[in-house]
């Protein structure tokens, strides 16, 4: 898959990327990264990307042109996607869905905002990693790609394959513990020690549901 990203900082990228499976990914060639600066896309004096809001208020605008610009440089047909807090919220199923194109163009806000026009007439889909606010797009660009990207890299061993992943996104994961069985007074679940692999798998997706009822009753909900 290829990822481009248009972004006021290009030099934020790879970042955390390139570490782990994310890394292994990008150097495999699974994924590759083009990052593009916003700025080369202008053509005034003074490379300007921001603008006053009609209308007034506090703080810039991005402006459409060099967006717009640069979208339309690009070689990629798959979808072009606008980071935003006014976003569809990402999950598991909206990272399984986005991890079967051949690319993604991800752009990343700054600022107050960025001009409407790019997520009425430019954009294909407008994403939000979550409820809170950061100061841009390119966290939300990072956390997105990370999440499709371990989906690629094929390295997903058999405690963690897509099947297993599935069924366990409805869920909050049991608890898990390794040794000793005693630290500091406090012990390991006695069935984790019994080997009775039956009654152990039982009592984790008890615990799983349990966890899920009392932490994340949403998820019972069904999302997906
Ligand atoms: C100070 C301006 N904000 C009014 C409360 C609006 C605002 C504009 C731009 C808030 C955040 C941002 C920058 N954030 C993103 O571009 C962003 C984001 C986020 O802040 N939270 C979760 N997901 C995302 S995706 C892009």
Redesign the pocket.
């Known amino acids: 898959m290829i990822i481009e990203v248009l972004t006021l900082f290009p030099e934020l990228f790879p970042g955390p990327l390139s570490s782990g499976v994310t890394g292994r990914g990008l150097n495999a060639g699974l994924v590759s990264l083009r990052v593009h600066n916003l700025r080369d896309y202008t053509h005034d004096r003074h490379r300007q990307v921001d603008d006053v809001p009609y209308g007034g208020g506090p703080?810039m605008v991005l402006k459409p042109e060099p967006i717009f610009e640069a979208v339309r440089a690009r070689t990629g047909k798959g979808p072009v996607i606008l980071?935003?807090?006014q976003?569809e919220l990402l999950n598991q199923g909206l990272v399984r869905e986005l991890a079967r194109h051949e690319d993604l163009y991800l752009i990343?806000?700054?600022?107050?905002?960025v001009d409407e026009r790019v997520a009425a007439h430019l954009a294909d889909r407008e994403?939000?990693?979550?409820?809170?606010?950061?100061?841009?797009?390119e966290l939300?660009a990072m956390v997105l790609i990370d999440a499709v990207s371990r989906l690629l890299t094929g390295v997903l061993g058999s405690e963690d394959s897509p099947k297993d992943e599935s069924f366990a996104d409805d869920l909050v994961e049991y608890p898990h513990f390794t040794r000793p069985p005693l630290f500091e007074g406090h012990a390991v679940p006695e069935v984790l020690l019994s080997g009775h692999h039956a009654e152990i798998a039982r009592w984790r997706q008890a615990q799983a549901v349990e966890r899920t009822r009392r932490r994340r009753p949403d998820l019972l909900k069904n999302n997906r």
């Open positions: 703080g980071l935003s807090p976003g990343c806000g700054r600022y107050e905002g994403i939000s990693i979550g409820d809170y606010i950061l100061s841009g797009g939300p």
